[in-house]
């Protein structure tokens, strides 16, 4: 790879761990007290898809350890905000369901973060944000 490259590459990935960075102290800042980005993260996932899902395809989706998850899904559970249950189909697996007390969570931090993030892309203007998101993607695709 030429030396222009390479350069091109490392301004890439340096602005989108700036653009990481930022976001998640933003997001910190504004989610409801107590809520990391990862709770606000899984909720988001639950209530999006509407099904429960296994604790590793939680942790596939996000790509972190199934450690990783099971620490987040019982911090989500001691708090009330999702159930879990044994898969009845498969006794070894179990399976991860959003609360009404996990919806109104998520509802509560959707509402904190959306003048946030409404205001970032008023700024970026829609067709900016609209354009940025197909490049978005396959970037996350590539890594993936």
């Known amino acids: 790879m030429s030396d222009e490259k390479n350069t091109l590459a490392i301004q890439l990935f340096s602005e989108l761990l700036a653009a990481d960075q930022s976001v998640r102290n933003r997001l ?5 007290k107590g809520m990391e980005i990862s709770h606000f993260s899984v909720l988001n996932s639950l209530a999006w898809h509407g099904s429960e899902r296994s604790p590793a395809q939680l942790a596939e989706t996000f790509n972190v350890t199934r450690g990783a998850m ?3 899904l019982n911090k989500l559970e001691w708090a ?5 249950r044994p898969d009845w189909d498969d006794a070894r697996r179990k399976m ?9 969570a998520h509802v509560n931090a959707v509402s904190a973060i959306t003048p946030m993030i ?4 008023e700024k970026l203007g829609e067709e900016q944000a609209r354009a940025a998101l197909p490049i978005l993607r396959e970037i996350r695709r590539q890594l993936d």
Not at 28 to 32: A, D, E, H, I, N
Not at 118 to 121: K, T
Request: no cysteine; charged share 10%; glycine share 12%.
């Open 96 to 104: 991860v369901g959003i609360s009404p007390a996990g919806r109104l």
């Open 70 to 72: 099971t620490n987040t």
């Open 28 to 32: 910190t800042r504004v989610l409801p």
């Open 118 to 121: 409404n205001q970032v892309v």
């Open 80 to 84: 009330g905000y999702i159930h879990v």
